[in-house]
């Protein structure tokens, strides 16, 4: 499964332009998992990163992440493609998570 597509990739904010909004105003654009443990990451904004050339070379996310502590932070696209855990499962996109879910509601509870 593509964790990024083009079609989410134009959804996302640019990096601090969700910064003065209030959490229950910022939509997770994707949720992504470790299907072999807990750790869950909930992007509400990301970007290419570029070469001196201005080719991409990654992408990167800022969202909330539940992992040993739970935090805002920033998040690797190759980082989680190159994560392989038990069985060889990769990193997921839950596929049925939608942007009716705000930052305010995940910090809350477990979604």
Do not use: C, Q
Request: aromatic letters at 16%.
């Amino acid at each position: 499964m593509k964790l990024l597509t083009k079609e989410l990739r134009e959804k996302f904010p640019k990096f601090r332009e969700t910064e003065e909004k209030n959490p229950e105003d910022i939509p997770i654009i994707a949720k992504f998992f470790a299907p072999w443990n807990s750790w869950t990451w909930y992007a509400i904004e990301g970007e290419p990163i570029l070469d001196e050339h201005r080719k991409e070379i990654d992408y990167h996310f800022f969202g909330y992440v539940r992992g040993f502590a739970n935090e805002l932070g920033y998040f690797s696209l190759k980082e989680m493609e190159s994560v392989k855990g038990a069985f060889g499962l990769g990193i997921e996109r839950d596929l049925y998570f939608g942007e009716e879910h705000t930052l305010k509601e995940v910090i809350d509870t477990r979604l």
